[in-house]
């Protein structure tokens, strides 16, 4: 850090912004600017690692300041597209380790620091995803289509529904208690016989996979439900083939009410290294 | 690595049936991953995030509302608890404001009860009991208990 750097950090207190790890260690800036808008981001070298960085101001994200201003969905919603624009910019320069949101540091000691300590991994996990690529696939349900599947299938549920049409009042309001549990019990273990398959194949297509929890239909905003949500680590040059082949489940699975929908390339987010 | 729209292309197409998101289409896919992935390194400030699900719902809920609020020139949003905190204050006092005309009400219409009524708590009780009474019969599987 030069004199001038130093002088400008004292007058302004400032914490260091970590984004992601990259293998590039030539001193690069990115177009992009850091989080806040004003100061450049540039790699901190430890060899043939670097860390992806830039400075911010201490007032915005000391512990106090962040816990106002994580709640503050107008702070917090540009920084984070920022914050994944960033790691694609680096992208650019090779392969990168994103890092979670809102990492940050005191010192450029301490970053060397953790460089110093997962100087092998990181390298290690950075030349493995260097011809890879993430992509997210997501599957939803049209309302009705479960019930159908199951119906269809269930000598138990018919045998329900034989006894429901004989059925007096006060029986009747049971044997259909009885039919609602069923169903969704039977909904259930046909949704997740039916992923399962899905997930089997889609994972035969990539290098590594990751089955992440279902979304809720306010956080998705579509009528269908969310029955599939996974991240699968693909060889770019077998991109043409995964999509090809989530095409054709797609095609088979259409009769049945279900929709795919498919997210990517991105950064490997779901495939990082764990820091013991 | 001037050009971060570079990395989109070339997107591989399908025949159609599915639908393709780029990164930058949905927000929820992007808090997911930003928010909820990634390597997880301590560092030297301790943040809390909030539930990502949660976060999605408001921002969904939040874009929903702009958008529609901007087609009907409204700008109810500067009122909006979540985005600012004078407007939470605001909110907060006419809650409280609301509550409190709301217990005065209450108050009001519970001594007008109680004057109109020559029950006493005892006659009351009385009655409450010979009411459940009544419907025990009609429950033929409680009989056995209430003899006990």
Known sequence: ?276 | MSQPELYYAPIPRGSGEIVHATRGDTLSDVLERVLDKGVVIAGDIAIRLMDIELLTIHIRLLVASVEKAKEMGIDWWEHNSFLSPKARAREESRNLTEKEDEIKALKERVAQLESSCSLSPLTAERKTRKGRGKREPALPSRTPVSAE
């Open chain 1, 1 to 276: 850090m030069d004199s001038l750097a130093r002088r400008k950090e004292e007058r302004e207190p400032s914490l260091y912004y970590l984004y992601g790890f990259s293998l590039t260690t030539e001193p690069f800036s990115l177009q992009e600017k850091g989080m806040e808008g004003e100061n450049k981001v540039f790699p901190l070298s430890y060899h043939e690692l670097s860390a992806v960085v830039s400075c911010v101001p201490l007032a915005v994200y000391s512990e106090q300041a962040l816990d106002e201003n994580l709640k503050d969905l107008e702070w917090l919603t540009p920084r984070v597209k920022r914050h994944e624009q960033i790691i694609e910019a680096a992208l650019q320069c090779g392969p990168v380790i994103p890092v979670r949101f809102c990492t940050l540091y005191r010192s450029r000691a301490r970053i060397l620091e953790v460089l110093r300590n997962q100087d092998e991994p990181f390298r290690a996990f950075l030349s493995f995803v260097q011809d890879k690529e993430e992509w997210g696939v997501k599957i939803y349900m049209a309302a009705e289509a479960g019930k159908k599947l199951v119906r269809k299938a269930s000598p138990v549920l018919q045998a329900l529904e034989d006894r429901l049409a004989a059925a007096s009042t006060g029986e009747s309001y049971f044997l259909r208690k009885r039919r609602e549990k069923i169903l969704r019990a039977e909904v259930e273990r046909s949704i997740e016989a039916l992923t399962e398959e899905i997930y089997t194949q889609l994972s035969s297509w990539s290098v590594a996979d990751r089955r992440n929890r279902v979304l809720d239909r306010r956080v998705t905003g579509r009528a269908e439900e969310m029955i599939f949500n996974a991240a699968f680590l693909v060889d770019k040059e077998k991109v043409g083939e995964f999509v090809g082949g989530l095409d054709r489940l797609a095609a088979d699975y259409k009769s049945q009410g279900l929709f795919f929908e498919l997210s990517g390339p991105w950064p490997p987010y779901n495939f990082c290294p764990r820091i013991q």
